[in-house]
C-alpha cells in the first residue's frame, strides 16, 4: 500500500506560479516512478507529466512542456510539480499518482496504481 497526499494548490491569476507537493507513505519511495495528471469539469483525467525512480527521467504533456517541472527528493519521500505561466485551461484538480511495477515512469494514468486524493488549482484571467 502506498499513501499519497497533495498539497499546495490554490487560487492564481493567468502568468503565475504555483507549487505543488505530494508526499507519499509504506513503500519504498525510491524504487517507483511517480506522476501527476489532472482533471477540469466535464473531462477525462490526463497525464500532465511523469519522473522516474531517481529522477533523472521526466516526461511532459505537450500542453505544459516548458511552463511546469516535475522534480522529487528520495530522502523526503516527496515529489514536486512547479508550475509557471500558468494558464486558465490549467485549472483543473490535480492528482499525483504512483506506478510501483514501472520505474521509469509512464504517460498512461491507467498504468499508476495508487492515487492521492487531489488538489484544486484555480487560474483566473
Known amino acids: 500500500q502506498v499513501q499519497l497526499v497533495e498539497s499546495g494548490g490554490g487560487l492564481v491569476q493567468a502568468g503565475g506560479s504555483l507549487r505543488l507537493s505530494c508526499a507519499a507513505s509504506?513503500?519504498?519511495?525510491?524504487?517507483?516512478?511517480m506522476g501527476w495528471c489532472r482533471q477540469a469539469p466535464g473531462k477525462e483525467r490526463e497525464f500532465v507529466a511523469t519522473i522516474n525512480w531517481s529522477g533523472g527521467i521526466t516526461y511532459y504533456a505537450d500542453s505544459v512542456r516548458g511552463r511546469f517541472t516535475i522534480s522529487r527528493d528520495n530522502a523526503k519521500n516527496t515529489v514536486y510539480l512547479q508550475m509557471n505561466s500558468l494558464k486558465s485551461e490549467d485549472t483543473a484538480v490535480y492528482y499525483c499518482?504512483?506506478?510501483?511495477?514501472?520505474?521509469?515512469?509512464?504517460?498512461?494514468?491507467?498504468?499508476?496504481?495508487?492515487w492521492g486524493q487531489g488538489t484544486q488549482v484555480t487560474v483566473s484571467s
Open positions: 509504506g513503500r519504498t519511495f525510491s524504487r517507483y516512478a
Open positions: 499518482a504512483a506506478a510501483l511495477d514501472n520505474a521509469h515512469g509512464s504517460w498512461r494514468p491507467n498504468e499508476y496504481d495508487y
